[in-house]
C-alpha cells in the first residue's frame, strides 16, 4: 500500500526511502522476505512474523529465539519493526529500514487504508448469511425470527435460519433434510393416523462443533417444519461420545414433558 501511495505521488517528490541498516539476520543459506508487513524467514528452520506487532528489539529477541537464525540489533530498539523496507534478502543480510520524513508521514497511513479496506472486506462477508458470524449472525436471526439458542455455533446457527425460514418445509423429506444439515440423519415415516408420524432421529458420535439439541429443541425444530394439526413422535438412537447409549424404542410425543432416567435427564441431554 505504501509503495502504491509513493507512486501516486508528483514526479518532483523526492521518494528515497533514505535506507540504513536497521537489523542483521545470519543464518546458512536462508532467505528473509519483507511484503505486507511480514517477515518471512526461511532455510535452517521457517518463521513468519507480523512487523507491526513487533519493535526492532523484540523482533532480534524473537529471531533469535528461532532454531538456525541469530539477529544484531543495529538502530534504536524501540523502533516499529514496520519501518523495515520490503524486499527479498539472502542471509546473512543486514535489513534496511526508512528514515526518509515522507516515507515516516506516510507509513501509518497506509496503515490505516490496509485496516480499513480489511474491514470493508469482513463488512461485505457480514452481509451473507453463511459467512456471517458473532453479532451480525444474530441480526439475521433478530431479522427471521428466530433466535440462537444457548451455546448455539455460528455454523449451526447459520444453517438453522436458512432451513427454518427459506428451505422447502412440510413435507417428510424437508425434515429429514433440515436435521441432516444439523448433523442428526433422520428418517420419517407415516403413522396410520391421518394426524400423527414417528421422527427416528440417530444422534451422532460426535455432534458438529461439539454442540448437541436437546430433545426439546429438536420438537420445537419439527414442529416448525411439520404441517398444522400435525404430531410428531421423536424417537431417538445412537451413542454420546460418553458412551451413553440410548433406546431405539424410547418414543416421545412433541412438546413432552422431560423425564428423569437414572441420573439422565430426557429432553435436556444434561447428566
Do not use: C
Amino acid at each position: 500500500m505504501l509503495r502504491q501511495i509513493l507512486n501516486n505521488l508528483h514526479p518532483g517528490i523526492n521518494k528515497d526511502p533514505q535506507s540504513v541498516p536497521a537489523i542483521s539476520i545470519s543464518a546458512t543459506n536462508g532467505q528473509a522476505i519483507i511484503q505486507n508487513n511480514v517477515l518471512q524467514l526461511t532455510g535452517p528452520s521457517s518463521a513468519q512474523y507480523n512487523l507491526r506487532s513487533y519493535t526492532l528489539g523484540s523482533l532480534v529477541q524473537a529471531i533469535n529465539s528461532q532454531s538456525g537464525f541469530s539477529a544484531t540489533l543495529i538502530q534504536v530498539s524501540t523502533l516499529s519493526a514496520a519501518v523495515l523496507i520490503d524486499g527479498i534478502y539472502s542471509l546473512p543480510m543486514n535489513i534496511p529500514m526508512f528514515t526518509s520524513f515522507l516515507w515516516q508521514l506516510l507509513k501509518p497511513v497506509a496503515l490505516a487504508m490496509v485496516d480499513a479496506f480489511g474491514a470493508e472486506n469482513q463488512a461485505l462477508l457480514e452481509m451473507i448469511l453463511n459467512t456471517s458470524d458473532g453479532s451480525w449472525l444474530d441480526s439475521f436471526g433478530e431479522f427471521f425470527d428466530i433466535t440462537r439458542l444457548d451455546g448455539e455455533p455460528d455454523q449451526l446457527y447459520a444453517i438453522r435460519i436458512f432451513d427454518l425460514s427459506l428451505a422447502p418445509r412440510v413435507n417428510n423429506l424437508a425434515i429429514e433434510q433440515v436435521l441432516l444439515d444439523l448433523g442428526y440423519n433422520a428418517t420419517v415415516s407415516d403413522d396410520a393416523s391421518l394426524y400423527t408420524f414417528d421422527v427416528n432421529v440417530t444422534l451422532p458420535n460426535s455432534p458438529p462443533q461439539g454442540f448437541v439439541y436437546s430433545l426439546s429443541q429438536l420438537d420445537n425444530i419439527v414442529s416448525l417444519l411439520q404441517a398444522a394439526g400435525t404430531i410428531a413422535n421423536i424417537i431417538l438412537s445412537g451413542t454420546l461420545t460418553d458412551g451413553i447409549s440410548l433406546s431405539d424404542t424410547i418414543s416421545v410425543t412433541l412438546n413432552t414433558t422431560p423425564w428423569t432416567w437414572g441420573n439422565f435427564t430426557w429432553g435436556e441431554f444434561t447428566w
